[in-house]
């Protein structure tokens, strides 16, 4: 009795998920240790526990894994979900943690550690700041935006232009202890400091977009 014959091979083979992650933790922890430049990809591989071969085969050059760490990274101290409008939850509130994470996010050791590496390496290659700007706070300040887009549709604030509002938002949670932190001239934050800079931060730019009630006429 003939075999039955087998079913055609897919094309290809599903791309192992446990080696990506494995690969991109590795390079989460070695761009900012090492900088961009003493990072190689043989190094990447034998921190992640892969062959050179595997890494090309799931980010096709340095570049590649370079922003693709950066977006990980990003997401891990600040989801996508964070942005999304919850009805249980006043807008107010959610715009204070998304603001607590962003602070958080932007003082990390591993975001100070890369900005210092691309304060050096914009004299000799503007491309890789440029492709960190857009991996990183390009599109959370797009997304930023996008959740005050929400806040104005649901009428919790008045902001006219909220991609200029995101943005004067990130400077200011940034503020002076950021750029101490990235001259190396400051210890940072202790929670009840790290509280009090986002009430303050929040408080301020409500009260510059809050929605105001029109003056009653005499």
Known sequence: MPR????????????????????????KLLFPERGYEGTSMDAIAQAAGVSKLTVYSHFQDKDTLFVEAVKAKCEDLLPSDLFLKRTAEPWERQLHRIAQAFFRLINSDEAIAVARVLARQMSED????????EA?????????????RAGVQSGAVDIPDCDLAASQLCALLKGE??????????????????????????????????RRTAPAHA
């Open 4 to 27: 039955a014959a087998r079913p055609p091979t897919p094309p290809g083979r599903p791309k192992d998920l446990e080696k990506r992650a494995a690969i991109l933790e590795a390079a």
């Open 126 to 133: 503007a491309h890789l700041p440029r492709l960190f700007w």
């Open 136 to 148: 990183g706070p390009k599109r959370t300040q797009e997304a930023l935006a996008g959740f005050l």
């Open 177 to 210: 202890h950021h750029a101490r932190l990235m001259c190396g001239c400051q210890e940072r934050l202790d929670a009840e400091q790290e509280r009090r800079h986002i009430e303050a931060t929040v408080d301020l730019f409500l009260r510059a977009y809050g």
